[in-house]
């Protein structure tokens, strides 16, 4: 059983700080990581991927992946009131993609 | 590009009647397309894949002959959910990816159902 674990929250950050989401995943043989963003009542957008060791940038958003601690995180710089949401981690094992439980952001103004 | 469009968006339907759902892939062809579920402040669960030309493959716990999957065409994969009762209200959504593209799968917009 593949699985993906996120802490649920609610994470509640004042506008402007850093948040910080966090997700492991069981299965060593995962190939690519992502992260999407749900608001309430809509279907997850895509926010960035990550396949290396490392972190990679993008505006606002980092993704930090280690492989070797099967742990892969999101970070938020700067963070809005338009950054609440629900952020889902997926792993993608072969043709399949595994999603967590989602943790939800509330950045408060 | 790698759009996926799904309709409806919303349906209320009688408990006991039919819903189909549709998932286009607009600018790509999608071999493979993914359905899931999700329930109010829950993460979204895979109900089952559907492959172009041949039988969809299930999650366990998801009765096939309640949701029914056809993907006739590599653009079009449909999910018809048969004698609906309330409990299978949800938000249903489907996604593709496209060959070639590392950002992975591309989300239709959901299909809020209700069943009354």
């Known amino acids: 059983q593949k699985e993906v674990e996120q802490n649920s929250g609610p994470l509640s950050v004042p506008e402007g700080a850093i948040a910080s989401l966090n997700c492991t995943y069981s299965d060593r043989g995962s190939q690519s990581f992502f992260w999407y963003r749900q608001y309430s009542g809509k279907s997850p957008e895509l926010i960035m991927f990550i396949y290396s060791n490392g972190d990679k940038e993008d505006g606002r958003f980092t993704a930090q992946l280690n492989k070797a601690s099967q742990y892969v995180s999101l970070l938020i710089r700067d963070s809005q009131p338009s950054d609440s949401a629900t952020y889902l981690c997926a792993v993608n094992f072969g043709n399949q993609f595994y999603f967590g439980t989602g943790t939800s952001l509330t950045v408060i103004p | 590009g790698a759009v996926v469009s799904q309709h409806p968006s919303w349906v209320i339907c009688k408990s006991g009647t039919s819903v189909k759902i549709e998932c286009r892939s607009l600018d790509f062809q999608a071999t493979t397309m993914f359905w899931y579920r999700q329930f109010p402040k829950q993460s979204l669960m895979l109900m089952a894949t559907s492959n172009e030309g041949s039988k969809a493959t299930y999650e366990q716990g998801v009765e096939k002959d309640k949701f029914l999957i056809n993907h006739a065409s590599l653009t079009l994969s449909t999910l018809t959910v048969t004698s609906a009762h309330p409990e299978d209200s949800s938000f249903y959504i489907c996604?593709?990816?496209?060959?070639?593209?590392?950002?992975?799968?591309?989300f239709g917009s959901g299909t809020r159902l209700t069943v009354v």
């Open positions: 996604s593709a990816r496209a060959a070639g593209r590392e950002e992975g799968y591309t």
